[in-house]
Structure formats: structure tokens, C-alpha cells
T-cell receptor, first 114, second 112 residues
Framework: DTEVTQTPKHLVMGMTNKKSLKCEQH?????MYWYKQKAKKPPELMFV???????INESVPSRFSPECPNSSLLNLHLHALQPEDSALYLC?????????????FGPGTRLTVL | DQQVKQNSPSLSVQEGRISILNCDYT??????FLWYKKYPAEGPTFLIS?????DKNEDGRFTVFLNKSAKHLSLHIVPSQPGDSAVYFC???????????FGKGTHLIIQP
């Protein structure tokens, strides 16, 4: 299995809703990442989990809350989002114990905040 | 401050010819460079990478060249095919950071 899967594919939510994005990989990767991509912009790093521990939080607002239940799963909990948070949210994974640092991305969740 | 720069927002190349996409970086701590291909509403697809200890890496139709002294890398695609039409992102890793720093992308259009 060489895929990173993300659910849901699309999500529309109001500013008072609570929702979660899910990501899964079965490549044995020990690092998992959340990126945010706005239209016509490059992906921007939000969070990094390494061996199931949060290692980087790029000053992301607390309305985004990551969770790594195990080495194969990564969640992003959303609460009280703003319309400007509408974007494509990408999950990625990579090996942590090799020289290579290729990150493999999922298809993303297209989030719209009304 | 943009640490990875792709100065050409778009590039049009005739089918069968060589496509050359360029990327510059400013952070000398970067030690690993990657190219990704992206279609709209999809995640980036990894294409090819190069470590800073090398100056060339080849994989099929794709070759990446790295010039460390100039802080410049390029992706060559030869021959270009219609399916190569997509946005190509240059990304860099290293300097103690776990994540990737992306350039703004170049939209490659292969003309029949």
C-alpha cells in the first residue's frame, strides 16, 4: 500500500461547527504532516508529528487541533473556524529513519467555511 | 521572505521537446530538494529528489540538476508529453526543519 488517504474529500461547515479531518497511511512512515493550501499558493506547513509526538506547530491558531492516535492515523479537529480558513488541507507522510525525506501526499480535503 | 523561488509562473512547451523548470533557494541550510507535480484539487505527487551531495539525479524522462554554489536547481523533462501538463512545485528540506518549504509553482503547458 503506497497511498495516503484522506476523508472527507469535501467538507462544508459553519463557523460554529466542530468537524474532523482524517488521514491514514500504511507505508510504515513514522512522520505525518498537515499542510494548508490556498488557491494559487504553495502548500504551507501546519503541523508535524514524529513518532506520534507533535514536533512542530507552525504558529497555527488553536481552532485547529491535531491528533495522532497511532503511527498510521492523523486527525485534524476543527472548531470555530473562520471563512478565511477555507482551503485545501493536505496530509503527508514520510520515513524518519532514512536519509531521504520524500513526503507522500494524500488527495486533500477541500474545506469551505461559511 | 520567500526561501524557495520559482520565478516562472507558467511555461509552454511543444510536445516532444524538452521542458526545463527552474528553482532558486536562499537558505544554505537546505540539504534535500524535491519536485512535485500537482493537478487541480489533488494532492502533490512526488516526482524526483536530489540530495545536496549530488549534482544530478535521473529517473526516466525526469532529470534534476543541482548547482549548490548558485543555489539553483532545475527539472528537465524530455521528451515532454501532453500528460505532463500540470503545476510543478519545487520544495526544499533541511536546516533542522521537518517540513517542506515550497516554491509558488510553475504551470507547465504542453502544446500538441
Amino acid at each position: 500500500d503506497t497511498e495516503v488517504t484522506q476523508t472527507p474529500k469535501h467538507l462544508v461547515m459553519g463557523m460554529t461547527n466542530k468537524k474532523s479531518l482524517k488521514c491514514e497511511q500504511h507505508m510504515g512512515h513514522r512522520a505525518m504532516y498537515w499542510y494548508k493550501q490556498k488557491a494559487k499558493k504553495p502548500p504551507e506547513l501546519m503541523f508535524v508529528y514524529s513518532y506520534e509526538k507533535l514536533s512542530i506547530n507552525e504558529s497555527v491558531p488553536s481552532r485547529f487541533s491535531p491528533e495522532c492516535p497511532n503511527s498510521s492515523l492523523l486527525n485534524l479537529h476543527l472548531h470555530a473556524l473562520q471563512p478565511e480558513d477555507s482551503a485545501l488541507y493536505l496530509c503527508a507522510s514520510s520515513h524518519r529513519d532514512r536519509d531521504h525525506n520524500e513526503q507522500f501526499f494524500g488527495p486533500g480535503t477541500r474545506l469551505t467555511v461559511l | 521572505d520567500q526561501q524557495v523561488k520559482q520565478n516562472s509562473p507558467s511555461l509552454s512547451v511543444q510536445e516532444g521537446r524538452i521542458s526545463i523548470l527552474n528553482c532558486d533557494y536562499t537558505n544554505s541550510m537546505f540539504d534535500y530538494f524535491l519536485w512535485y507535480k500537482k493537478y487541480p484539487a489533488e494532492g502533490p505527487t512526488f516526482l524526483i529528489s536530489i540530495s545536496s551531495i549530488k549534482d544530478k539525479n535521473e529517473d526516466g524522462r525526469f532529470t534534476v540538476f543541482l548547482n549548490k554554489s548558485a543555489k539553483h536547481l532545475s527539472l528537465h523533462i524530455v521528451p515532454s508529453q501532453p500528460g505532463d501538463s500540470a503545476v510543478y512545485f519545487c520544495a526544499a528540506a533541511g536546516g533542522g526543519a521537518d517540513g517542506l518549504t515550497f516554491g509558488k509553482g510553475t504551470h507547465l503547458i504542453i502544446q500538441p
